[in-house]
């Protein structure tokens, strides 16, 4: 591989390590560092060199570079690129005690993942794909990343004792494509916000009476209590469409869904996390609707119509009080519960 080169963005620099780096990264070597990556004694400076000298035969073979983040001539820090595979690298980094909280990691970060997807006929590592794997927990971390234009994929969950630390179980991960537009363009902040603000699990479900008022509720394969017809909502999918489409494909009805009755909050439960619960009305039918019922065997045992007293015996006590609540609240507009109440 080609000498390592020095980049910087006019405020960082990040440049091969020297001999004489040692002393100042032994003395900024802090508890803070040593938590996140594991560590049980702090480096003295004869070990460092011997660290930084495998760093610089490492880069050599195209396995790891790391960089010196310095910052008006002092070291501040450093950012290392493993090779993952052939085609994408992973970053890790820290910044010293006395130059965190001053935006350095995320522009050291930014620098280098920059580098890391340029072609290596332009000077870059060629890489196709960057990524970064942080503890939920290391939230100045999450930001730098984040703020480095890395996107948020998801959870990948560990065996305890493989990660960085002996404790580790799972670790966010987030990565940035070379084909991912360049950070100024509006699309790109956009998708960036997007792959890390909260999300939050989506129901929808139908409120189909009869004409004595009874509500069709369905025995689940899965639980021992019955429900409304329903489902989880898709990604992008209209939720008041998602509900229509849920009874067909579990009863075989074709309704379509109504208003809006009630948004109830379901907290987190059973090893679910939480989610809202949309109840839309779908209006009154003769009670031989059930007649035409086909239910969907993966899912649905069997439908029927129940009386209050029914739903409180047969549904779990929080989705009897949504029922009851949805009930209250038809021809009164939109109404909010959180588990019923």
């Known amino acids: ?43 003295d400076a004869d070990g460092w060199r011997e660290v930084t000298a495998r760093w610089h035969r490492e880069h050599a073979a195209g396995t790891r570079t790391n960089f010196v983040v310095e910052v008006a001539g002092e070291v501040a820090g450093m950012v290392e690129l493993r090779r993952h595979d052939d085609q994408s690298g992973e970053l890790s980094w820290w910044l010293y005690a006395g130059h965190r909280g001053r935006g350095s990691a995320t522009r050291a970060v930014r620098v280098v ?14 890489f196709s794909r960057v990524q970064a794997r942080v503890e939920p927990a290391n939230e100045s971390s999450l930001r730098v990343a984040t703020r480095s234009g890395l996107r948020r994929e998801g959870v990948q969950r560990v065996a305890r004792g493989t990660g960085d630390r002996a404790e580790t179980e799972e670790y966010v991960v987030l990565s940035r494509l070379a084909t991912d537009p360049p950070l100024t363009e509006p699309g790109a902040f956009r998708s960036l916000l997007n792959s890390f603000l909260p999300r939050k699990r989506a129901i929808s479900q139908m409120l189909i009476r009869d004409e004595a008022g009874r509500v069709l509720c369905c025995q689940l394969t899965y639980k021992s209590d019955w429900d409304l017809p329903g489902g989880v909502v898709e990604v992008g999918e209209s ?5 229509s489409r849920e009874v067909l494909e579990e009863l075989a009805l074709t309704i379509p869904a109504g208003p809006l009755v009630l948004t109830d909050w379901l907290p987190p439960w059973g090893g679910w996390d939480d989610a809202l619960c949309l109840v839309f009305d779908g209006g009154v039918h003769p009670a031989t609707v059930v007649d035409a019922i086909v239910p969907q065997a993966r899912e649905i045992r069997t439908a029927e119509f129940l009386t209050t007293e ?19 609240n038809l021809g009164g507009g939109p109404a909010y519960t959180e588990s019923g109440r």
């Open 1 to 43: 591989m080609t000498d390592q080169p020095t980049l910087t963005d006019g405020t960082v620099t990040l440049r091969p390590w020297r001999d004489d780096d040692a002393e100042p990264a032994v003395a900024g070597h802090d508890a803070q560092i040593m938590h996140w990556f594991g560590e049980t004694e702090a480096p």
């Open 113 to 126: 993942t920059d580098w890391a997807l340029t072609a290596a006929s332009e000077g870059g590592r060629g």
């Open 239 to 243: 939720p008041q469409l998602a509900v």
């Open 310 to 328: 029914q739903v409180v015996e047969r549904c779990a006590d929080f989705t009897a009080r949504r029922i009851a609540a949805a009930l209250a």
